[in-house]
């Protein structure tokens, strides 16, 4: 049986003459801070002073001792990166190239001081450059030229951290006779079987080359053996009526351990792979219609609106990413109703723990292979690298039911067409031979069961612009970077794959990252960990559009910021989910970020949950009731993506700024299951037209969840409001530890938010953005914060705590 020894103990970073003690999985970044070498470079200015690490070259070393008595022991390092070479007693062992490969190396009765000897991302990027030529891109560092997470060289969210190491684990593998190289498992659905087709091929020793072996394989209940024949094996197991996997919010999510055993002739194991799998059909519907190319997610048969996030690395160091932070922060994803998302083209495949918490959670995976904003050359070294990687984890990540799609590339094929490249390539190769040419044929060969496209955005042909709202995906960015959010509403995409709009994080994360500045939109270090192109100059545009524009107030400034974040996404999805099905689905830019920075994120770099978040969870749950601006005024909006018909009584009320109630009716509304029910809005109950002192309430009954939607006919800083005023009281909350926290409403009180984390650095609020009526209640859950006090009335908190209530509320 093959047995398996970490080597992730005993190594040493060589740094200036001296042996660092080293973390495998890790990097040079991670070691040298241990190590006090250098300070964090998500602190302040920081990441300036580190930027030598990336243009040095650095060596790991350790001693390799091994005596298993097997024929074959195997050095495996599942992530190089990027540039190394492997040195063993003082022999190479072989060089690589990616940091997104597996790499083995025979190592066999072999044995002595090991390094892994990196050579710079840089100079390896103007190798490879020297080789190909140059090709154009959005940024001007070279992650086109070298197969490393683009977004280490930064992005308009994140910092230049450019590293090296062996950012996965490292292991010796001792086997004999065989073992299993590759199992691929292409899960079907066909009437009531599910099948597993099993595609194996196997590796063998010298002693073990035309020895019989077995192949044998259990899944729910079911076994099947066959012989190998050469190194390859087909066997085939038929399950009768599976239980399917299902996304979230459509069913469960039944998941099947499927075993694999490699047998020698006595029937003895040699190698076993294990795995979960689930039984459910997925396609991707890109017929021709009226409106256009359509591109819906059709699951078991079901088509669906995906409510989707993109994600990035959630550390720019990615090795610091553990599962337990791949569950929390894809649970938060599945907390705001979240059922799609889609791993970015910038990034890294992902460790199996990512998918594995999406199999559990029902969160469909969208993944994009690794090219993103960029023309890449199509000639050696990469070409043959970018194969061997592709099919590394198309195999890898096969067997997760999440997966539904594979994606060629990230705004390529658009930026071929629209950002001046054709030009300077002048023939040049630049990618699209791998998109439309060698990605689709690795999946069709490999992983048939499963849709691929060539990109986002995409329209499906050179006959239509890559961007047509249209014609498959697109990707909206006029309007966050030129435009207000109410331009969302112009078009109808078939599919929104990005969209966005920018906001600074949670007031302790900014704390915590500039410590002892005095914060300003345009301080030092608030300026520093902006990175995007004109970022504040965008967001402070924003702001004015609706709000007068704060001279000197940075706590307004930062609260109206995250503000018109929040509006400007729900905008979006409310108009786009209203016209379902010509509109198939959204994709926010960007759930998470990797540092703490102003960017488009919902959950901040140290994990905050912005006022977005709490909008997704309100935009993005199964029934949405909106007032949806249109050309002939408001129109009443329900939108039931659930499995189930929704009845509710929806009551509409004109007020004035004052709240009065001049004009209410009710209305029993009944809409179908995944369907949207549009009604007009009776003249009687509009607000004026250009009115600054009336507007358009729509609430629905308990029964049907008790959603609000308002319509104001003016931008903020036209209407008339009162000035805000309201009662704050505590309670003691249900779990242990929890504080209540009521407000009573004495006026309209508009977008009311608790910023919880001013009261604690590790404090929560479960609520975002909420209007109230004069009168209303509205009850907040304070979770993490362990300096409230115990009132005297048992369960409030102390006059100082209240104040600190008061000073952490904020509203229009």
């Known amino acids: 049986m093959?047995?398996?020894?970490?080597?992730?103990?005993?190594?040493?970073?060589?740094?200036?003459?001296?042996?660092?003690?080293?973390?495998?999985?890790?990097?040079?970044?991670?070691?040298?801070?241990a190590a006090g070498v250098i300070d964090d470079p998500y602190i302040g200015r920081n990441e300036?002073?580190?930027?030598?690490?990336?243009?040095?070259?650095?060596?790991?070393?350790?001693?390799?001792?091994?005596?298993?008595?097997?024929?074959?022991?195997?050095?495996?390092?599942?992530?190089?990166?990027?540039?190394?070479?492997?040195?063993?007693?003082?022999?190479?062992?072989?060089?690589?190239?990616?940091?997104?490969?597996?790499?083995?190396?025979?190592?066999?009765?072999?044995?002595?001081?090991?390094?892994?000897?990196?050579?710079?991302?840089?100079?390896e990027a103007d190798r490879v450059r020297a080789l190909t030529g140059e090709r154009p891109g959005v940024y001007p560092e070279p992650y086109q030229y070298v197969r490393k997470m683009a977004c280490s060289f930064g992005w308009d969210w994140g910092p230049t951290v450019v590293s090296a190491g062996m950012w996965r684990p490292v292991r010796l593998e001792h086997w004999s006779t065989a073992r299993l190289a590759d199992v691929r498992?292409?899960?079907?659905?066909?009437?009531?079987?599910?099948?597993?087709?099993?595609?194996?091929?196997?590796?063998?020793?010298?002693?073990?080359?035309?020895?019989?072996?077995?192949?044998?394989?259990?899944?729910?209940?079911?076994?099947?053996?066959?012989?190998?024949?050469?190194?390859?094996?087909?066997?085939?197991?038929?399950v009768a009526e599976p239980e399917r996997w299902w996304p979230r919010g459509h069913g469960a999510q039944p998941l099947y351990g499927l075993t694999v055993t490699l047998l020698d002739e006595d029937g003895q194991p040699l190698d076993v792979w294990e795995r979960r799998i689930g039984f459910r059909t997925v396609t991707v519907d890109r017929s021709a219609d009226e409106h256009g190319t359509s591109f819906t997610f059709v699951v078991n048969g079901v088509r669906i609106f995906a409510r989707g996030v993109n994600w990035i690395p959630d550390d720019v160091l990615p090795s610091r990413v553990t599962p337990d932070r791949y569950r929390t922060r894809l649970t938060q994803a599945a907390e705001a109703h979240v059922d799609l998302v889609r791993v970015w083209g910038g990034g890294i495949y992902e460790d199996d723990a990512f998918y594995d918490v999406c199999d559990e959670l029902g969160l469909m995976?969208?993944?994009?292979?690794?090219?993103?904003?960029?023309?890449?050359?199509?000639?050696?070294?990469?070409?043959g690298e970018i194969e061997a990687e592709a099919r590394d984890n198309v195999v890898r990540l096969m067997p997760h039911p999440s997966l539904v799609l594979w994606n060629g590339n990230n705004e390529n094929l658009w930026g071929f067409r629209d950002w001046d490249w054709e030009e300077p390539l002048a023939g040049d190769s630049w990618g699209e031979g791998y998109y439309l040419g060698l990605l689709p044929r690795v999946v069709a060969e490999l992983?048939?069961?499963?849709?691929?496209?060539?990109?986002?955005?995409?329209?499906?042909?050179?006959?239509?612009?890559?961007?047509?709202?249209?014609?498959?995906?697109?990707?909206?960015?006029?309007?966050?970077?030129?435009?207000?959010?109410?331009?969302?509403?112009?078009?109808?995409?078939?599919?929104?794959?990005?969209?966005?709009?920018?906001?600074?994080?949670?007031?302790?994360?900014?704390?915590?990252?500039?410590?002892?500045?005095?914060?300003?939109?345009?301080?030092?270090?608030?300026?520093?960990?902006?990175?995007?192109?004109?970022?504040?100059?965008?967001?402070?545009?924003?702001?004015?559009?609706?709000?007068?524009?704060?001279?000197?107030?940075?706590?307004?400034?930062?609260?109206?910021?995250?503000?018109?974040?929040a509006r400007a996404v729900a905008a979006g999805i409310e108009h786009w989910r209203a016209n379902w099905p010509v509109c198939a689905g959204t994709v926010v830019w960007q759930l998470n970020d990797c540092w703490p920075v102003s960017s488009w994120a919902a959950i901040d770099g140290d994990g905050?949950?912005?006022?977005?978040?709490?909008?997704?969870?309100?935009?993005?749950?199964?029934?949405?009731?909106?007032?949806l601006p249109t050309d002939e005024g408001p129109v009443l909006v329900l939108d039931n993506q659930s499995g189930s018909p929704w009845r509710t009584t929806v009551t509409?009320?004109?007020?004035?700024?004052?709240?009065?109630?001049?004009?209410?009716?009710?209305?029993?509304?009944?809409?179908?299951?995944?369907?949207?029910?549009?009604?007009?809005?009776?003249?009687?109950?509009?607000?004026?037209?250009?009115?600054?002192?009336?507007?358009?309430?729509?609430?629905?009954?308990?029964?049907?969840?008790?959603?609000?939607?308002?319509?104001?006919?003016?931008?903020?800083?036209?209407?008339?409001?009162?000035?805000?005023q309201y009662d704050v009281r505590t309670e003691a909350g249900a779990a242990d530890g929890a504080v209540e926290v009521v407000v009573t409403a004495r006026t309209v009180v508009r977008d009311l938010l608790l910023q919880a984390d001013r009261l604690a650095p590790g404090a929560a609020a479960d609520r975002g953005l909420i209007t109230l009526l004069p009168g209303e209640e509205a009850r907040i859950t304070v979770t993490g914060w362990p300096g409230a006090e115990a009132g005297a009335g048992g369960g409030g908190v102390s006059g100082a705590d209240l104040d600190a209530v008061r000073g952490a509320l904020f509203s229009v």
């Open 652 to 724: 509409l009320r004109r007020l004035d700024a004052a709240g009065t109630v001049l004009r209410e009716a009710r209305l029993a509304l009944e809409t179908g299951v995944r369907t949207v029910l549009r009604r007009a809005v009776a003249a009687e109950l509009l607000p004026e037209e250009g009115s600054s002192k009336e507007f358009l309430v729509a609430d629905t009954d308990a029964e049907g969840g008790a959603l609000r939607a308002v319509h104001f006919p003016v931008v903020d800083k036209e209407f008339g409001y009162v000035p805000a």
């Open 447 to 565: 992983d048939p069961t499963r849709p691929y496209a060539a990109g986002s955005p995409w329209s499906g042909s050179w006959d239509h612009h890559p961007n047509d709202p249209r014609h498959g995906t697109h990707h909206s960015w006029e309007v966050w970077n030129r435009r207000d959010y109410a331009d969302y509403r112009a078009d109808v995409p078939r599919f929104c794959a990005e969209f966005g709009w920018q906001a600074p994080a949670a007031l302790a994360t900014l704390r915590r990252a500039l410590p002892g500045e005095e914060l300003a939109p345009d301080s030092p270090g608030m300026l520093h960990h902006q990175k995007a192109e004109d970022g504040n100059g965008k967001l402070n545009r924003g702001i004015a559009r609706h709000f007068d524009l704060p001279d000197g107030d940075f706590d307004r400034w930062h609260y109206l910021a995250q503000v018109v974040q």
């Open 365 to 383: 995976v969208w993944q994009d292979f690794l090219f993103a904003c960029a023309a890449y050359p199509e000639e050696q070294p990469l070409r």
């Open 608 to 627: 905050r949950c912005k006022p977005l978040y709490h909008e997704l969870r309100r935009v993005y749950a199964d029934r949405v009731l909106t007032l």
């Open 2 to 33: 093959k047995d398996v020894t970490q080597l992730n103990e005993g190594w040493s970073l060589r740094h200036e003459g001296a042996l660092l003690p080293a973390r495998v999985p890790g990097c040079v970044h991670t070691d040298l801070l």
């Open 185 to 238: 498992p292409l899960v079907t659905v066909d009437g009531a079987t599910g099948s597993v087709e099993l595609r194996v091929r196997v590796e063998r020793t010298a002693g073990g080359a035309g020895r019989p072996l077995t192949l044998g394989a259990t899944v729910a209940g079911v076994a099947a053996r066959t012989v190998v024949e050469g190194d390859e094996a087909v066997l085939r197991l038929d």
């Open 48 to 123: 300036t002073e580190v930027a030598w690490i990336g243009r040095q070259e650095w060596t790991y070393t350790r001693q390799l001792r091994h005596d298993s008595g097997h024929e074959r022991t195997d050095l495996v390092f599942e992530g190089l990166d990027t540039a190394a070479d492997i040195v063993l007693a003082g022999e190479s062992l072989g060089t690589t190239r990616n940091m997104h490969r597996v790499h083995r190396f025979d190592v066999s009765g072999r044995t002595g001081p090991l390094e892994v000897r990196f050579a710079s991302a840089y100079e």
